[in-house]
């Protein structure tokens, strides 16, 4: 397996996204979509308001109702979809908007933000250590065995991360995504940035229409925003 250094410093620059917050979309559970499937319609969020400067908080788990300001957060450009929002966990996916004109259709981003339960320290080894496992649970079975999966590092504000990259395609199952897993040892966040369209010939012609770098991208503004509340 090849280890990949991914090093990301989110500036004014390259984070030109702007985030705002919604009001919630709602609180339902949602099955999240694997890669490859279709992505069902739904209701946008209401029109954004100005992002609240983010308050000082005493360390420790998320309460509910930070779950829920964190689940309002939403980025131009995109529609955000609440998934899951519980006293515990909130899940949600930022989507392209498609009703305004913009270069990402084909991406979308899931975000879960969740309490940590055994989480591991943000030290590649032992992250390449579990790498089977995680690839197990971000990856088909259907394409696992044709799926190229790798791991790095990242920094984002200053944080020290854990990067993951996949690109493989059988027929018509595919997954083309890059991810980001923090914690802060009470807190877990991860970022799952990944083309969601129709399947194309192959795992390399998708990859030419959505590069990995624009991925990338979209997952270091998004988790730059987040980590303003841990």
């Not at 971000?138 to 044709?146: C, E, G, H, L, Y």
């Not at 083309?195 to 990859?207: C, I, L, Q, R």
Request: glycine share 6%.
């Amino acid at each position: 397996m090849r280890n990949l250094l991914f090093v990301l410093v989110c500036t004014v620059a390259a984070c030109k996204e702007k985030a705002t917050t919604t009001a919630a979309t709602g609180s339902s559970a949602v099955p999240v979509q694997p890669a490859g499937s279709a992505t069902p319609a739904g209701s946008g969020s209401a029109e954004p308001q100005p992002t609240p400067a983010p308050v000082e908080r005493k360390p420790g788990k998320f309460t509910a109702s930070e779950l829920v300001e964190i689940s309002r957060i939403k980025f131009d450009g995109f529609k955000n979809f609440s998934l899951a929002i519980t006293d515990t966990k909130a899940q949600l996916r930022q989507e392209r908007d498609r009703s305004a004109t913009n270069k990402d259709l084909s991406i979308y981003a899931t975000v879960t933000v969740n309490p940590c339960v055994d989480c591991m320290p943000m030290e590649l080894p032992k992250w390449q250590a579990k790498a089977d496992a995680l690839k197990a649970v971000t990856v088909d079975a259907a394409i696992r065995d044709k799926t190229i999966f790798e791991l790095g590092e990242a920094e984002i504000s200053g944080k020290k991360m854990i990067s993951g990259y996949q690109l493989g395609q059988v027929g018509m199952t595919y997954t083309h995504a890059t991810t980001l897993w923090y914690n802060d040892g009470a807190n877990e966040i991860v970022i799952i940035a990944q083309y969601a369209d129709n399947p194309v010939k192959d795992a390399e012609t998708m990859a030419k229409m959505v590069p990995r770098e624009r991925l990338q991208d979209v997952a270091a503004m998004m988790m730059a925003e987040y980590l303003k509340r841990f």
